[in-house]
C-alpha cells in the first residue's frame, strides 16, 4: 500500500439511519420518564460531578437517544447519584432511575 | 340608535363572526366570500389545538351564527373595486351589482406559504414532501395514511419553521401556530400509526397558549414523539423515494443525516392577495411584513387608518382561533361605536 | 421525483449569455492538467459554430488560488482582475469568457463588490493606473465557458456524431452532473437554473441523449477549496469530501461524471486512484472507477473529435471502457505518442484500480 501522507478523515456526521439504539429503547422500557425530557440543561446545570468532570448528563441523555454511545460509558461514571438532577427536574424526569438505567443497559449489551 | 349598513369582506372566521355580531346588534350586515363556501380555511382543518375537537363544530356554530342573524351572505364576490365616497363605502363586484355600505370591515384572512420558494427542500420536487395543509387534508378525507407510493410510512418527519422567520425568503416573523399544529399532528398520525417514529425539527417550541405544554408533554409521554433541536438545511432523495434529510443535532453538536418515509413541511402564514387588493383599494396601511398596520398596536388593534374601516382576524397578524374570535366581537364592536358616532380620538393623547 | 417542479425552478434562474465575439481567459489548473479541453473549447467554438474568440497572450492568472488560499490580498487580486478587463477592453471586447469556474466566482465577486461599493471601484482604477497605467471598462456580459456551451447545446446536438447512449442496450448513459461550488452557490442567480438544482450541465447532458442522476451528496463539495490541500497531511479532509460523494452516487451506478470546474474533474478522477490504493475500493464496474469529464471534452466526444486530441489520455479513470459502450472508435497505440508519432512515455500502472 502507497503512503500518500494522509488518510481519509473520520466522518463525523451522525447516520441515524445506522445509529445503534438499544440503550434507549431499554431505557425508555424500565424508565418511561426518560421521554419527556425537553433537554432545557436544569439537571446539567445543579450536577455536582459537573464542577469538576467532563459529566454532562443532558448531553448524554441526547447521545443515547441519537445511539451515540462510544463515550458515554466514562462520561456517566463520573456520577455520584447524589439526586441533585432529580430534585431539579422542572419536568419530573427520574433521572437518577434513568441513569442507573444507562449503566443497566450497557452492561447488559456489553457496550 | 338607528340602523346602519355595514359591508364585511371576507367569509372566514373573522368575516362571518364580526358579521354575525354586528348584525345581532341590529345593523345591515352584508358578507362578502369570493369562493363559493363560507368558513375560510377552517374549512380544510379536521381537529383543532389544543382539545383536538372537531373544526366543523367550529364551523356549525359560526354558519348558525350568521343564519340566525340574519346577515346577507354573497358568494362568488368578486370584488373589482371598493373605495370611500364622502362617508359612504362602495364596492362593485364582477358581475356589475353595486353595494353602498357605513363601514367595511377587512376580514381577508391570510395565504399558506408557498413552500416552493424553499428550493432546498423539494417540495413540489421529491413526491414524499408534503405540507402541513395537505396533511390535514389527508386526515379530512379519512383515507389511511400512506405516502405517494401508496404506503404506510414508518418515520415521518416534521420541519417548523417554513417560510418563517426566515430573511431568504422575505418573511422574517413567526406564524405562532405553527409549533402546535406539529405537536398536534405528531399525536394525530400516532394514532392513526402507533409504531410510527416521528421526528420534529425545531428552532424553538412555540408553547406559548393555555394547554399547549400539556399537549407537548403528551406528545412525549404517551406517544414518543421525538424531538431534534436543528433546522432542516436540505433534503434529498434515496433511491427508494424517501426522503434523506440533514438537520444539526444541536444538542449533540453534530451535523446528523436520516431517512423518513414523508416528510411534512410546517408552512407559515403570509399576507393573502385579498389583503394586497383590497389594502390597496380602500388606501390601508400596511405593516412592515405585509399585514395590515393598525392604528396602535395596544389600544387601537382593529382599527385602521381610514375611518370607518375597520380589521378582523388573520389579515393583521398569524393568530389562533380563540385570538380571532375574540378579535372578530371587537371589531363588531369599534364597528358599533364608530355607526353610533363615539369619537375614540378623543381618548388619544397627542405627544 | 417530479421534473415538472425543477422545470419550473430552471424557469426563474434565467441569465443573459452574449452569443458572440467573446474575450477568453484561461484556467491555471486546467490548462496545465488538462491542456487538451481548452483546445477542444476553441476548435468547438470558432471550427463548429464560426464564432469570434479572442484571446490575449498577455493575461494572466486571476489569482482566484492565491486569493481563496490566502497567499494574495484581496487588493492585488481586484487589481489584477482591472487588469484583465482593461486587456478586453484594449482588445475592444465586452463578453468576458472564463475558462475557470473559480476565475468566473472572482469576476463575479469583484463586480458584485464593486457595485454595492463604487469607492472601492475607484480605488482599483487608481492602483490599476499607477501600476500599469492601464485603465478599462465594466464587462458588459459576464458567462462561464460552460454556459457558453450550455447556449449552444442544441447546435451541438444537431452536428453530434455520437449520443450518450449505451450502443449495445440502446439506453441513455446515466450520468452525474456536478458543478463547482463557485458557478452558483455564491451568487445564484448567476447560475442557470439556480443553486439547487442547476441546469447548465443538465441541459447538455438532456440534449446529448444522456440521463441525469439525483443522488442524496450531489450538492456536497468535491473538497477542492484550496486552503485544505496546499499541506500534505490536511489532504485527507479534502479526498475525505470526494469520498463522500463516492459512496453516496455508487448505488446508482452512474458511468460517467460530468463537471464544469477545472478543480473538479481533477480531484474527482484522481481522489479515485488514490481511494483504491489506500482503501481497496473502487466505484465502477470490475474494478475500474467512474471516468470524469468537462463539458468541452464531451462535447467534442459527441461531435466525434479524436479522444486523443481531446486529451483524455492524461486522465487517470481510464475512458476506454465507456467510449467502447458509446461506440467511440480510438487507436489505442496512438494513446502515449506524440504528433510526430514519438512516444511520451508510459505511466505506471496502479495497484488496485483497473484501467
Known sequence: MINFGYTLSKDRQIDFDKADRRIALFVREHEPSFNICFACGTCTATCSAGNFTEMNLRKIMTMVKRGYVADVRKEIEQCMLCGKCSLACPRGVNTRNVIRKINQALELYAL | ?351 | MKVEGKQAIWKEYQKEIADDKYFYVRSCVRQNFFPGSETTFLRIMRDELGKDVFENPCHTTCTGIGYHGDIVPVDTMMTVVARQFALMTEAGYENLVPSCITSFGIYTEVLDTWHHFPEVEEKVRKYLKQATGREFKIPKNLAHASDIIYKFRKEIAQKAKFKLVDKETGKPLKVVDHIGCHYAKMFPDKGVGGAEYPYVLTGMIEEWGGEVIDYPERRHCCGFGFRQYLVQANRGYSMSCSHKKFESMEPYKPDLILTNCPGCPMFLDKWQYAIAELEGKTYGKDGHGIPVFTYEELAGLVLGYDPWDIGLQVHQVSCEPLLDRIGILYDSSKKYSDKNGSSLGVPEKPINLKI
Not at chain 2, 373605495?83 to 362593485?92: A, E, I, L, Y
Not at chain 2, 393573502?272 to 383599494?281: D, V
Not at chain 2, 398596536?297 to 385602521?304: L, R
Not at chain 2, 363588531?332 to 405627544?351: G, W
Open chain 2, 1 to 351: 340608535m338607528s340602523n346602519k349598513r355595514v359591508i364585511v369582506i371576507g367569509g372566514g372566521i373573522a368575516g362571518m363572526e364580526s358579521s354575525a355580531n354586528l348584525a345581532a346588534m341590529g345593523h345591515e350586515v352584508t358578507l362578502f366570500e369570493k369562493t363559493n363556501q363560507l368558513g375560510g380555511h377552517l374549512l380544510g382543518w379536521e381537529k383543532l389545538f389544543p382539545t383536538m375537537r372537531l373544526g366543523k363544530d367550529v364551523i356549525e356554530f359560526l354558519e348558525k351564527g350568521v343564519n340566525l342573524s340574519k346577515v346577507n351572505v354573497v358568494k362568488n364576490a368578486d370584488i373589482v373595486d371598493a373605495r370611500k365616497n364622502g362617508k359612504t363605502f362602495n364596492v362593485k363586484l364582477a358581475d356589475g351589482k353595486t353595494y353602498e355600505s357605513d363601514a367595511v370591515i377587512v376580514a381577508t384572512g391570510y395565504d399558506v406559504f408557498d413552500a416552493r420558494k424553499k428550493e432546498e427542500y423539494g417540495y413540489g420536487i421529491y413526491n414524499n414532501v408534503i405540507t402541513s395543509a395537505e396533511l390535514e387534508e389527508m386526515f379530512l378525507s379519512g383515507k389511511p395514511l400512506v405516502n405517494s407510493q401508496g404506503k404506510t410510512p414508518k418515520k415521518i418527519g416534521m420541519v417548523h419553521c417554513v417560510g418563517s422567520r426566515d430573511e431568504k425568503v422575505g418573511n422574517v416573523y413567526c406564524s405562532k401556530v405553527c409549533c402546535v399544529t406539529a405537536v398536534k399532528q405528531s399525536i394525530e398520525i400516532k394514532e392513526k400509526i402507533p409504531d410510527a417514529e416521528i421526528y420534529c425539527y425545531y428552532m424553538d417550541l412555540r408553547m406559548f397558549g393555555m394547554h399547549f405544554e400539556t399537549l407537548y408533554k403528551q406528545a412525549q409521554e404517551k406517544h414518543a414523539v421525538n424531538f431534534i433541536r436543528g433546522r432542516l438545511s436540505e433534503s434529498c432523495e434515496n433511491m427508494d423515494g424517501s426522503i434523506l434529510v440533514k438537520v444539526e443535532d444541536t444538542l449533540a453538536g453534530r451535523p446528523m443525516r436520516m431517512s423518513v418515509d414523508m416528510l411534512v413541511l410546517m408552512v407559515g402564514i403570509v399576507p393573502s392577495e385579498g389583503t394586497k387588493k383590497i389594502g390597496a383599494m380602500l388606501g390601508l396601511n400596511f405593516g412592515p411584513n405585509g399585514f395590515f398596520k393598525c392604528q396602535d398596536q395596544h389600544t387601537m388593534t382593529t382599527v385602521s387608518n381610514v375611518p370607518g374601516v375597520f380589521f378582523a382576524g388573520c389579515c393583521m397578524a398569524p393568530r389562533t382561533i380563540n385570538n380571532v374570535f375574540a378579535d372578530s366581537r371587537a371589531a363588531a364592536l369599534m364597528t358599533a361605536n364608530y355607526l353610533a358616532e363615539y369619537e375614540i380620538e378623543k381618548r388619544i393623547t397627542q405627544n
